[in-house]
Protein backbone atom coordinates (compact mmCIF):
# COMPACT_ATOMS: atom_id res chain seq x y z
CA UNK A 1 0.00 0.00 0.00
CA UNK A 2 1.41 3.09 -1.60
CA UNK A 3 1.75 5.92 2.16
CA UNK A 4 2.59 9.31 2.93
CA UNK A 5 6.65 8.98 3.43
CA UNK A 6 5.99 11.83 5.98
CA UNK A 7 4.01 9.34 7.79
CA UNK A 8 6.50 7.12 7.62
CA UNK A 9 9.88 8.77 8.38
CA UNK A 10 7.96 10.47 11.61
CA UNK A 11 7.07 6.81 12.96
CA UNK A 12 10.68 6.12 12.31
CA UNK A 13 11.64 8.72 13.99
CA UNK A 14 10.08 9.05 16.87
CA UNK A 15 10.42 4.93 17.63
CA UNK A 16 14.45 4.68 16.98
CA UNK A 17 14.50 2.64 13.58
CA UNK A 18 14.84 4.01 9.93
CA UNK A 19 13.30 3.16 6.75
CA UNK A 20 15.28 1.98 4.11
CA UNK A 21 15.58 4.23 0.80
CA UNK A 22 16.31 1.81 -2.26
CA UNK A 23 17.34 3.00 -5.39
CA UNK A 24 15.55 0.96 -7.85
CA UNK A 25 15.72 0.97 -11.76
CA UNK A 26 13.44 -1.70 -13.41
CA UNK A 27 10.94 -4.56 -12.88
CA UNK A 28 13.60 -6.76 -11.58
CA UNK A 29 14.44 -4.21 -8.68
CA UNK A 30 11.23 -3.03 -7.86
CA UNK A 31 9.61 -6.57 -7.60
CA UNK A 32 12.53 -7.37 -5.40
CA UNK A 33 12.58 -4.63 -3.12
CA UNK A 34 8.53 -4.78 -2.12
CA UNK A 35 9.23 -8.86 -1.83
CA UNK A 36 11.99 -7.90 0.35
CA UNK A 37 9.90 -5.27 2.44
CA UNK A 38 7.06 -7.83 2.30
CA UNK A 39 8.89 -10.96 3.93
CA UNK A 40 10.43 -8.68 6.90
CA UNK A 41 7.30 -7.06 7.21
CA UNK A 42 9.10 -3.32 6.82
CA UNK A 43 8.23 -0.38 5.39
CA UNK A 44 10.39 0.71 2.24
CA UNK A 45 11.07 3.47 0.14
CA UNK A 46 11.53 3.28 -3.25
CA UNK A 47 13.10 5.94 -4.95
CA UNK A 48 15.25 6.92 -8.72
CA UNK A 49 17.42 9.53 -9.18
CA UNK A 50 17.27 11.62 -12.47
CA UNK A 51 20.64 9.45 -13.67
CA UNK A 52 18.84 6.40 -13.72
CA UNK A 53 15.85 7.79 -16.11
CA UNK A 54 18.61 9.08 -18.22
CA UNK A 55 20.65 5.71 -18.57
CA UNK A 56 17.66 3.46 -19.15
CA UNK A 57 15.50 5.79 -21.35
CA UNK A 58 12.89 5.24 -19.07
CA UNK A 59 9.92 8.63 -17.56
CA UNK A 60 9.05 9.13 -14.39
CA UNK A 61 5.73 7.90 -15.15
CA UNK A 62 6.70 4.70 -16.45
CA UNK A 63 8.57 3.56 -13.55
CA UNK A 64 5.75 4.76 -10.95
CA UNK A 65 2.99 2.17 -13.53
CA UNK A 66 6.10 -0.27 -12.53
CA UNK A 67 5.93 0.34 -9.43
CA UNK A 68 1.75 0.40 -9.07
CA UNK A 69 1.60 -2.90 -11.04
CA UNK A 70 3.08 -4.69 -8.29
CA UNK A 71 1.26 -2.61 -5.62
CA UNK A 72 -1.67 -5.15 -5.27
CA UNK A 73 0.86 -8.38 -4.79
CA UNK A 74 1.96 -6.86 -1.51
CA UNK A 75 -1.49 -5.01 0.40
CA UNK A 76 0.34 -4.85 3.67
CA UNK A 77 3.49 -3.43 2.56
CA UNK A 78 3.98 0.31 3.55
CA UNK A 79 6.28 2.13 0.47
CA UNK A 80 6.55 5.04 -0.22
CA UNK A 81 7.75 6.45 -3.89
CA UNK A 82 10.44 9.33 -4.15
CA UNK A 83 12.80 11.54 -6.26
CA UNK A 84 16.43 11.13 -5.04
CA UNK A 85 18.69 13.88 -6.21
CA UNK A 86 16.83 15.95 -8.71
CA UNK A 87 18.95 18.53 -9.39
CA UNK A 88 16.31 21.16 -11.37
CA UNK A 89 12.85 22.01 -10.55
CA UNK A 90 11.72 20.43 -13.68
CA UNK A 91 12.74 17.05 -12.50
CA UNK A 92 10.49 17.13 -9.39
CA UNK A 93 7.72 18.50 -11.78
CA UNK A 94 8.27 15.52 -14.36
CA UNK A 95 7.97 12.88 -11.17
CA UNK A 96 5.27 14.87 -9.03
CA UNK A 97 2.93 14.88 -12.39
CA UNK A 98 3.91 11.07 -12.92
CA UNK A 99 2.19 10.35 -9.35
CA UNK A 100 5.96 10.71 -7.37
CA UNK A 101 4.65 11.42 -3.62
CA UNK A 102 7.84 12.71 -2.50
CA UNK A 103 10.88 14.53 -3.86
CA UNK A 104 14.35 15.47 -2.87
CA UNK A 105 15.45 18.59 -4.52
CA UNK A 106 19.01 18.72 -4.84
CA UNK A 107 20.93 22.30 -4.43
CA UNK A 108 24.17 21.38 -2.28
CA UNK A 109 26.49 22.06 -5.06
CA UNK A 110 24.79 25.88 -5.04
CA UNK A 111 25.06 28.50 -2.45
CA UNK A 112 23.89 28.45 0.87
CA UNK A 113 21.42 31.56 -1.04
CA UNK A 114 20.70 29.48 -4.09
CA UNK A 115 20.24 26.12 -2.43
CA UNK A 116 17.52 28.03 0.04
CA UNK A 117 15.85 29.80 -3.43
CA UNK A 118 15.26 26.67 -4.82
CA UNK A 119 14.50 24.31 -2.66
CA UNK A 120 11.79 27.43 -1.60
CA UNK A 121 10.80 27.28 -5.25
CA UNK A 122 9.85 23.49 -4.94
CA UNK A 123 8.02 24.10 -2.02
CA UNK A 124 5.72 26.83 -3.01
CA UNK A 125 5.02 25.18 -6.14
CA UNK A 126 4.26 22.02 -4.32
CA UNK A 127 3.15 22.67 -1.14
CA UNK A 128 1.49 19.09 -0.61
CA UNK A 129 4.38 16.91 -1.54
CA UNK A 130 6.78 15.75 0.70
CA UNK A 131 10.10 17.37 0.11
CA UNK A 132 13.76 16.54 1.14
CA UNK A 133 16.71 18.89 0.83
CA UNK A 134 20.52 18.68 1.59
CA UNK A 135 22.30 21.14 3.93
CA UNK A 136 26.26 20.58 3.09
CA UNK A 137 27.49 18.37 0.18
CA UNK A 138 28.40 14.92 -0.64
CA UNK A 139 31.38 13.64 -2.67
CA UNK A 140 31.45 10.90 -4.99
CA UNK A 141 29.59 8.95 -7.41
CA UNK A 142 26.49 6.46 -7.40
CA UNK A 143 28.24 3.25 -8.01
CA UNK A 144 31.78 3.55 -9.74
CA UNK A 145 33.76 5.67 -7.51
CA UNK A 146 35.96 4.93 -4.50
CA UNK A 147 35.88 7.39 -1.86
CA UNK A 148 37.51 9.02 0.55
CA UNK A 149 35.63 11.75 2.64
CA UNK A 150 38.37 14.19 3.84
CA UNK A 151 36.93 17.62 2.88
CA UNK A 152 35.25 19.04 6.64
CA UNK A 153 34.12 22.88 4.27
CA UNK A 154 31.17 20.08 2.51
CA UNK A 155 29.94 18.82 5.95
CA UNK A 156 26.59 20.03 7.43
CA UNK A 157 27.29 23.27 9.15
CA UNK A 158 24.90 22.85 11.98
CA UNK A 159 24.50 26.56 12.85
CA UNK A 160 22.52 27.03 9.63
CA UNK A 161 20.97 24.23 9.96
CA UNK A 162 17.50 25.88 11.82
CA UNK A 163 17.53 28.57 9.77
CA UNK A 164 17.52 26.42 6.44
CA UNK A 165 14.45 24.87 8.02
CA UNK A 166 12.88 27.53 8.37
CA UNK A 167 13.36 29.46 5.56
CA UNK A 168 12.29 26.09 3.15
CA UNK A 169 10.05 24.45 5.23
CA UNK A 170 11.55 21.08 4.25
CA UNK A 171 9.89 17.77 6.11
CA UNK A 172 13.56 15.85 5.84
CA UNK A 173 16.82 17.58 5.66
CA UNK A 174 19.98 15.11 4.02
CA UNK A 175 23.39 15.70 5.47
CA UNK A 176 26.65 15.62 5.25
CA UNK A 177 28.70 13.92 7.94
CA UNK A 178 31.21 11.81 6.25
CA UNK A 179 29.39 10.08 4.18
CA UNK A 180 29.63 10.16 0.35
CA UNK A 181 28.11 8.26 -2.68
CA UNK A 182 29.75 4.78 -4.46
CA UNK A 183 32.24 2.58 -2.73
CA UNK A 184 34.87 3.85 0.21
CA UNK A 185 38.01 3.78 0.11
CA UNK A 186 39.04 3.48 3.33
CA UNK A 187 36.63 3.18 6.49
CA UNK A 188 34.32 5.93 6.76
CA UNK A 189 34.60 8.39 9.84
CA UNK A 190 31.08 9.23 10.37
CA UNK A 191 31.02 12.27 12.30
CA UNK A 192 28.62 11.85 15.25
CA UNK A 193 29.61 15.08 16.95
CA UNK A 194 27.95 16.70 13.94
CA UNK A 195 25.12 14.75 13.85
CA UNK A 196 24.66 15.39 17.43
CA UNK A 197 24.56 19.17 16.94
CA UNK A 198 22.30 18.84 13.69
CA UNK A 199 19.59 17.13 15.74
CA UNK A 200 19.95 20.22 18.90
CA UNK A 201 18.81 22.53 15.87
CA UNK A 202 15.92 20.46 14.03
CA UNK A 203 13.06 18.20 14.70
CA UNK A 204 12.22 17.16 11.56
CA UNK A 205 13.28 13.57 10.00
CA UNK A 206 17.19 13.32 8.99
CA UNK A 207 18.60 11.35 5.91
CA UNK A 208 21.57 9.75 5.59
CA UNK A 209 23.16 9.01 2.28
CA UNK A 210 25.53 7.22 0.86
CA UNK A 211 25.29 4.48 3.14
CA UNK A 212 27.31 1.89 0.89
CA UNK A 213 29.85 0.83 3.32
CA UNK A 214 29.12 3.00 6.44
CA UNK A 215 29.33 -0.21 9.45
CA UNK A 216 26.07 -1.26 10.19
CA UNK A 217 27.36 -0.52 13.82
CA UNK A 218 27.48 3.16 12.97
CA UNK A 219 24.72 3.36 10.97
CA UNK A 220 22.12 2.46 14.29
CA UNK A 221 24.10 4.66 16.39
CA UNK A 222 22.95 7.41 13.24
CA UNK A 223 19.24 6.50 13.69
CA UNK A 224 19.50 6.97 17.60
CA UNK A 225 20.58 10.47 16.77
CA UNK A 226 18.05 11.12 14.11
CA UNK A 227 18.53 9.31 11.20
CA UNK A 228 14.69 8.45 9.94
CA UNK A 229 15.60 7.98 6.17
CA UNK A 230 19.01 5.70 4.96
CA UNK A 231 19.61 5.32 1.23
CA UNK A 232 20.96 2.89 -0.46
CA UNK A 233 21.94 2.28 -4.06
CA UNK A 234 26.00 1.19 -4.66
CA UNK A 235 25.84 -2.03 -2.54
CA UNK A 236 22.41 -3.08 -3.95
CA UNK A 237 23.34 -2.24 -7.63
CA UNK A 238 26.46 -4.30 -7.33
CA UNK A 239 25.44 -7.21 -5.79
CA UNK A 240 22.48 -7.36 -8.84
CA UNK A 241 25.07 -6.96 -11.01
CA UNK A 242 27.54 -9.88 -9.68
CA UNK A 243 24.79 -12.75 -9.84
CA UNK A 244 23.65 -11.90 -13.10
CA UNK A 245 27.17 -12.33 -14.42
CA UNK A 246 27.99 -15.14 -13.17
CA UNK A 247 24.57 -16.53 -13.80
CA UNK A 248 25.54 -15.06 -17.59
CA UNK A 249 28.68 -16.81 -17.72
CA UNK A 250 27.84 -19.85 -16.44
CA UNK A 251 25.49 -20.33 -19.71
CA UNK A 252 22.11 -19.20 -18.39
CA UNK A 253 19.79 -17.11 -20.47
CA UNK A 254 19.34 -13.65 -20.43
CA UNK A 255 15.84 -14.14 -18.48
CA UNK A 256 17.29 -16.53 -15.71
CA UNK A 257 20.87 -14.14 -15.54
CA UNK A 258 18.24 -11.37 -14.64
CA UNK A 259 16.47 -13.30 -11.78
CA UNK A 260 19.51 -14.36 -10.17
CA UNK A 261 20.57 -10.74 -9.86
CA UNK A 262 17.12 -9.97 -8.42
CA UNK A 263 17.12 -12.52 -6.03
CA UNK A 264 20.42 -11.32 -5.01
CA UNK A 265 19.12 -7.68 -4.80
CA UNK A 266 16.36 -8.65 -2.69
CA UNK A 267 18.71 -10.39 -0.07
CA UNK A 268 20.61 -7.15 -0.08
CA UNK A 269 17.47 -4.89 1.33
CA UNK A 270 16.38 -7.86 3.58
CA UNK A 271 20.33 -7.28 4.98
CA UNK A 272 19.24 -3.11 4.63
CA UNK A 273 16.46 -4.18 6.80
CA UNK A 274 17.79 -5.60 9.63
CA UNK A 275 20.50 -2.97 9.71
CA UNK A 276 18.33 -0.31 9.74
CA UNK A 277 15.70 -2.14 12.49
CA UNK A 278 13.01 -1.80 10.53
CA UNK A 279 11.70 -4.92 10.35
CA UNK A 280 7.96 -5.89 11.98
CA UNK A 281 7.15 -2.54 11.94
CA UNK A 282 4.14 -2.99 9.47
Not at 21 to 48: F, G, K, W, Y
Not at 231 to 254: H, P, T, V, W
Amino acid sequence: MESNINVLLRRAYESNYAVPAINVSNMETVLATLEAADSLRSPIILQVAPMQILAQSISYAEIYKIIKLFEPRFPKTDFAVHIDHAGLVEDCSDAINSGFGSVMIDGSHLSYEKNIEITRQVRSLYPEVALEAELGSLGGEEGTSYNDVSDQSKFTDSTKVGHFVQATKIDSLAVSIGNAHGFYKDLPHIRFDILEKIRRETSIPLVLHGSTGIPKEDVRRAITLGIAKVNYFSICDREYSLAYQKAFNDGKYMMFAAEQGRIAFREQVKEIIHTCMSEDRV
